[in-house]
């Protein structure tokens, strides 16, 4: 019962961050912030191969799950610190995506009740082709919405550490009392009636 109830439940915790991390994955697109989308991608696949081995009794894969959740927690904390600004890091910077673009988390003019106004810049000289975007009336800054996404995900990613290191000693167990009780003896009748066999074949000969 421990072990399907363990078990179970980390089933619907992959499958919580499978989703969380697919949604994600859509708003970071939009935003092109090309270092979070490379994570995600990479998050995205250990999950799936978590899954797969709580699925398939498969304890090798679940560690690997396990030493992963660790990185991914490390990496939402870093993006919590980059979006407040923590230890000299800059929101403002171009770290996410790579000094590709200038580009901004897509929340950043798409949040709850901002407001996108475009201004034209067509009496400054050298700029008639450009325009200025200011976003007003924002409920919410984009900053605090990455902030509770990351959060979000630390959360999942604790609580699945911890079911995958207890499925995980489960499912040792169970192959240790397997082993125990010889369910990985490759041939038992075989040794036990080669002796018997040997001497009803001299008893024939004779």
Known sequence: MGCCTGRCTLIFLCTLQLLAALERQVF??????????????LHIIIVILGLFGTIQYRPRYIVVYAIWTAVWVTWNIFIICFYLEVGGLSKDSELLTFNISRHQS??????????RKEASMS??????????????GCALEYRYIEVM???????????????????????TEEEDSFDFIGGFDP????????????????????
């Open 28 to 41: 970071d697109f939009l935003g092109y912030q090309w270092a979070p989308i490379l994570a995600n991608f």
């Open 106 to 115: 897509w929340w950043s003019e798409n949040g709850p009740g901002c407001v």
């Open 123 to 136: 009496g400054i000289k050298g700029l008639d082709n450009h325009s200025y975007i200011s976003v007003i």
């Open 149 to 171: 996404h990351s959060s979000f995900q630390i959360l999942i990613a604790l609580v699945g550490f911890v079911y995958a290191c207890y499925v995980v000693s489960v499912f």
């Open 187 to 206: 041939f038992p009748l075989y040794h036990v009636n080669e002796k018997p066999t040997n001497l009803l074949f001299k008893q024939t000969y004779l």
